[in-house]
């Protein structure tokens, strides 16, 4: 299994409070990911990173921010956390780019938001 | 705009038969890629088909990629519970550069 944890696994916050969620991955691969999932809607990208501190928006990034200050960490921000984030929230490595690369993905954050 | 369509999006069976998911899109994909996940846990890849026409085969599983590499299916034959899960399918296109773009999945439910 690769190497990567998630944290917390679960976290109930409310309307307006900040809100960070931890990648940590022992692959050392450049890539991570931050994906949401909600029901209807499938796994949506949020952001990603290509490398420490260097990172792009995904299809769902409004409300969002994301920082890569070491290869093995992936941070994920709410910075006023509001009900329409409530998801089960997974992030993912993969070690290059080209049409066979493997993202593995974490087990998952289940947030709720009040 | 939902790029992967996938379908049937939930199935209900009984253990031994035969169900074929779908995926289609009206884009080209460089490469499509099938995921299960279980309740719980990430998405693990299962197989990914790059060629067009490719098919690849895992036990009773048979992945196929269209012609065109705009659509892919996932056969099971003779299911069993420990099938049951979520598939999904993604893709990499040229557009979405290193962004895998998914399907919306199909929960598969398997009693015996």
């Known amino acids: 299994d690769a190497g990567i944890t998630q944290s917390p696994r679960h976290k109930v916050t409310e309307t307006g409070t900040p809100v960070t969620l931890r990648c940590h991955q022992t692959e050392n691969h450049r890539y991570m990911y931050w994906y949401r999932q909600d029901p209807g809607h499938g796994l949506r990208l949020i952001h990603y990173?290509?490398?420490?501190?260097?990172?792009d928006k995904g299809e769902v990034s409004d409300g969002y921010s994301v920082s890569r200050s070491k290869t093995e960490d992936f941070l994920l921000t709410l910075e006023s956390a509001t009900s329409s984030q409530t998801s089960v929230y997974f992030c993912?490595?993969?070690?290059?780019?080209?049409?066979?690369?493997?993202?593995?993905f974490g087990a998952g954050t289940r947030l709720s938001v009040l | 705009t939902q790029l992967l369509e996938q379908s049937p999006q939930f199935l209900s069976i009984q253990e031994g038969e035969n169900l074929t998911v779908y995926c289609n899109s009206s884009s080209v994909f460089s490469s499509l890629q099938w995921y299960r996940q279980e309740p719980g846990e990430g998405p693990v890849l299962l197989v990914t088909v790059v060629t067009g026409g490719e098919v690849k085969k895992l036990k009773r599983l048979t992945f196929q990629f269209g012609d065109a590499r705009k659509d892919s299916s996932l056969h099971i034959t003779a299911a069993q519970p420990g099938d049951t899960g979520l598939y999904l399918c993604?893709?990499?296109?040229?557009?979405?550069?290193?962004?895998?773009?998914f399907g919306k999945g199909t929960t598969l439910s398997v009693s015996s």
């Open positions: 990173s290509y490398g420490v501190k260097d990172t």
């Open positions: 993604a893709g990499y296109t040229q557009q979405a550069g290193t962004a895998l773009i």
């Open positions: 993912a490595i993969s070690s290059g780019t080209s049409v066979s690369n493997i993202q593995y």
